[in-house]
């Protein structure tokens, strides 16, 4: 019912940050000279331009064609995972982080498909240089881990962790049912009960008397 909007939202939030990762590089490529660092390379943070051949963080440089089929297998493995956790969980913060990361992804892919490396240009100590959409990508990773943590290990507490069963909000409005935990149908003998039904009859174990 809500679902298009929040689609949508998702969609725009993956060409802002994509438009940003090109707008960025492409602001470097156009001012600066490669190996041109402001303010200086000695400084701890600074904007150096280098072409970057490997993958994030200038990791594994010199193998352009396989990470180009490595890199389009993981964002279409990334894709349907985007839109199957849309579709079955929905929950924003799993659903930003994959953004991010098919965002930071397809940025990287356009410069390795086009130039045959990727343009890197933030230099902070003596960490690699790296570049905006290699902050998306450890962003959404680090996003999904919160959710895998935090959220995600309370839904199976809450839902499995004492006997009952969890049903969402969305669920219950959809299809009007309620569920019983384990634990009380254990205490006084009830089954499932549904909404739809105009006179639900609750149904024990006793057995009938002699009378």
Request: aromatic share 12%.
């Amino acid at each position: 019912m809500k679902s298009k909007p929040y689609f949508i939202i998702y969609l725009a939030m993956f060409a802002v940050l994509l438009w940003f990762d090109r707008f960025t590089k492409n602001l470097v490529m156009t001012n600066m000279q490669v190996g041109d660092a402001i303010p200086s390379a000695e400084s701890f943070f600074s904007i150096r331009y280098t072409l970057n051949t490997g993958v994030s963080f200038s990791m594994l440089e010199g193998h352009t064609e396989l990470l180009i089929v490595i890199q389009i297998v993981l964002i279409v493995v990334v894709t349907v995972a985007c839109v199957f956790t849309y579709v079955k969980l929905r929950h924003p913060v799993l659903q930003t982080g994959l953004c991010w990361i098919v965002s930071g992804g397809a940025g990287n892919l356009v410069d390795r498909v086009t130039y045959g490396h990727v343009v890197d240009f933030i230099s902070v100590g003596t960490f690699p240089v790296w570049n905006f959409a290699d902050m998306c990508v450890v962003g959404g990773c680090i996003l999904i881990a919160i959710y895998i943590l935090r959220v995600h290990s309370k839904h199976e507490r809450d839902g499995s962790g004492d006997g009952s069963f969890y049903v969402s909000e969305e669920e219950h409005e959809r299809d009007g049912s309620f569920s019983v935990s384990e634990e009380e149908h254990e205490r006084d003998g009830s089954f499932y009960v549904s909404e739809e039904d105009d006179s639900p009859t609750k149904l024990t174990d006793t057995a009938p008397s002699d009378e």
